[in-house]
């Protein structure tokens, strides 16, 4: 039914019944650059980065001082508060790294205005939006005051279609809505789209989410039926049409099933460098008679961000009954040197408890390369969960986040029975 469902949707959407949402609203002054005349105004900012000709992206940030008056942004995604606090000012120019990811928002000011660009450098050297921000305006998305909106909360089952429709990805909304406002995300097979936040205006959905490294919009329409077409936009790199339908329990397949061992009984070896050049290795002391989980991941990676949080708590809780972590860190640098100030930020940023290790750079290929024992590596994350003997006991790919809510803490029981099992196991 699931799959049938979406492919009459599809059909629907690839016959021309696209998007019927709100216009753009556009900034008319947006491409002037202003003209600084005294300190930043604190308070709610509106912000946008230009991913089209005719789309933008709008986030809210609020801007304070703190008590030895450096400004401090709060950028505000539904239930999720990130705060940036390495800004640097030189005169009527701002410069605004993120937290973790370290990709920066480059702009001029006056008291009431930002233009600038944001640069994502985990895509690319070159790779930048336009950003422009507005103070005094609270609202993320322009649209019209409804009284009588579709109802978007809910479990919904859904397909992205790549634009050269050569490729198909199931999801699964999950929405929570009060009034207009509406929030949630998507549940892939590798990972969420963390916290989406937007509005319903009649039958018209906009969302969108900015954290650092994601840069997500994204426009439904409800037709008749009441089912969902419409666009997703990531950056200015990639645009997929999707399609979406009610179905209080649709589930993703197993997250444990998706990778496997090429042979049973295959044992995991490796030694990579740490932070330092240390070389660190499965057979150190240190892992001996533990049971381990190894952590392929990247610092470019929001989920592998969400992930290291939690992952950070468990070890916490369970190092001294005999778990340890280890993190195979997939970069975006060619090189340890050239990752290393990355793997340091992350580091400092979660406090984290267990090496981080510079495997390689980030791909598929070179994931599965190092992981040679794996038939297939599909995402990032994936983890890797080794008993006290040495065994390869599960293979968790992908991770859902704390934006998904019952499914994310769902997720949390069941880790931690898994690790009172594991852990109770004789050597």
Not at 25 to 35: C, R, T, V
Not at 382 to 398: A, C, L, S, Y
Request: glycine letters at 8%; proline letters at 4%.
């Amino acid at each position: 039914m699931y799959k049938s469902t979406i492919k009459h949707l599809l059909f629907v959407v690839l016959s021309g019944l696209l998007l019927a949402g709100c216009g753009n609203n556009q900034q008319k002054s947006e491409n002037k650059e202003p003209d600084s005349d005294g300190p930043l105004a604190q308070g709610r900012w509106r912000a946008t980065l230009t991913l089209t000709d005719t789309e933008k992206l709008p986030f809210n940030f609020d801007l304070t001082r703190n008590a030895n008056g450096a400004y401090e942004i709060t950028i505000l995604n539904a239930g999720e508060k990130i705060t940036v606090t390495d800004i640097a000012v030189n005169g009527d120019s701002l410069l605004m790294t993120m937290p973790v990811y370290g990709s920066q928002i480059k702009a001029k000011f006056n008291p009431k205005r930002m233009l600038g660009s944001w640069h994502n450098y985990a895509k690319g050297s070159n790779y930048q939006l336009d950003f422009y921000a507005v103070y005094g305006d609270s609202a993320r998305f322009e649209l019209p005051l409804v009284a009588d909106n579709a109802t978007i909360a809910g479990r919904w089952a859904v397909m992205f279609i790549a634009d050269d429709k050569k490729s198909k990805t199931d999801a699964v909304g999950v929405f929570e809505q009060e009034g207009q406002r509406v929030t949630g995300t998507f549940l892939t097979p590798s990972g969420d789209y963390r916290f989406l936040e937007g509005a319903v205006a009649d039958r018209d959905l906009h969302l969108s989410c900015f954290d650092g490294a994601h840069a997500f919009l994204l426009k439904a329409y409800v037709n008749d039926e009441g089912d969902l077409q419409g666009d997703f936009w990531s950056g200015s790199h990639l645009h997929e049409i999707w399609v979406g339908y009610r179905d209080d329990t649709v589930s993703l397949p197993n997250p444990e099933k998706l990778t496997k061992l090429k042979k049973n009984g295959q044992r995991l070896s490796f030694s990579f460098p740490d932070v330092n050049g240390n070389t660190v290795s499965l057979t150190d002391e240190r892992f001996k008679n533990k049971v381990v989980m190894v952590q392929a991941m990247g610092t470019w990676c929001p989920n592998c961000m969400d992930e290291t949080a939690l992952y950070t708590q468990i070890y916490q809780q369970y190092n001294n009954k005999g778990l340890e972590m280890v993190a195979l860190a997939f970069e975006a640098a060619d090189s340890l040197p050239q990752a290393k100030p990355a793997l340091e930020r992350y580091q400092k940023h979660f406090n984290l408890p267990y090496p981080i290790l510079y495997a390689g750079k980030a791909s598929k290929i070179n994931a599965l390369q190092a992981l040679p024992v794996l038939d297939s590596f599909t995402s990032f994350p994936t983890t890797i969960f080794i008993d006290r003997k040495g065994n390869i006991r599960k293979i968790h790919t992908g991770f859902s986040g704390p934006a998904t809510g019952k499914d994310y803490q769902h997720f949390i029981d069941d880790l931690k029975k898994y690790l009172d099992s594991l852990l109770s196991e004789s050597a």
